[in-house]
């Protein structure tokens, strides 16, 4: 089956900690995305990635670094520098043509909890 | 890309008809609305898109203005499986889009 899978489920960070999540995709999609979800509250974009070996910052961006090697993975590092970084963590891809560049796969998302 | 503008919540019965409205005032011609449903600690799900003309789907119908300024998500018989937080975001058709989401509205499907 074609999906979008991220994981861990959860994850705990320690003081000073980076922390990589991960998500990996075969839908074959050009584009891919991360965004932050805090409690009661809406998505932020955190970094994308239209193309391999690129990727733009988002709304939010300090304290996260991104990498795009392959095509189908675009992983997460929450750094030190992210002071609050406890929230639910969404990766979602979507395909490059014009009419369906909106429609965005999601995976089942990452809670990361700081001890 | 243009912002988008939604209640924070709404309610309806189940059975009923749900409609969801959304305000995209300063929308371009080559944005379309996108619309998606997120069930609580879930990813978002896709439901439905348009530009201009009414869409329809086995989720849901899409109606939105001839100004193209608003557009109103319509669930024709809302189950409690449709409690749900829906985002409306308005996307460029050229790619390098940072498709960015509001807060959307909550919507409660009552017994």
């Known amino acids: 089956d074609g999906g979008i899978t991220q994981s861990p489920k959860y994850l705990f960070r320690k003081e000073g900690q980076n922390v990589t999540l991960s998500c990996e995709q075969n839908l074959n999609h050009d584009a891919m995305y991360w965004y932050r979800q805090d409690p009661g509250q809406g998505l932020r974009l955190i970094y994308y990635?239209?193309?391999?070996?690129?990727?733009q910052k988002g709304d939010i961006a300090e304290g996260y670094s991104v990498s795009r090697e392959k095509k189908e993975s675009f992983p997460l590092t929450v750094t030190s520098a992210q002071k609050n970084p406890t929230a639910f963590y969404l990766c979602?891809?979507?395909?490059?043509?014009?009419?369906?560049?909106?429609?965005?796969?999601f995976g089942s998302g990452t809670q990361l909890s700081v001890l | 890309d243009a912002k988008t503008t939604q209640p924070p919540s709404m309610d309806c019965a189940e059975g009923r008809a749900a409609n969801l409205p959304c305000n995209h005032s300063t929308i371009s011609g080559n944005e379309y609305v996108y619309w998606y449903r997120q069930i609580h600690s879930q990813g978002p799900q896709y439901i439905i898109h348009?530009?201009?003309n009414n869409e329809t789907n086995e989720m849901a119908s899409l109606i939105i203005t001839e100004d193209r300024k608003s557009s109103t998500l319509i669930l024709p018989h809302a189950t409690l499986r449709d409690t749900a937080v829906y985002y409306c975001i308005a996307v460029l058709k050229s790619s390098g889009d940072k498709l960015t989401f509001g807060t959307g509205t909550r919507l409660a499907v009552r017994p």
């Open positions: 990635s239209q193309i391999v070996n690129d990727f």
């Open positions: 979602a891809s979507s395909g490059s043509s014009f009419d369906v560049i909106g429609k965005l796969f």
């Open positions: 348009g530009l201009k």
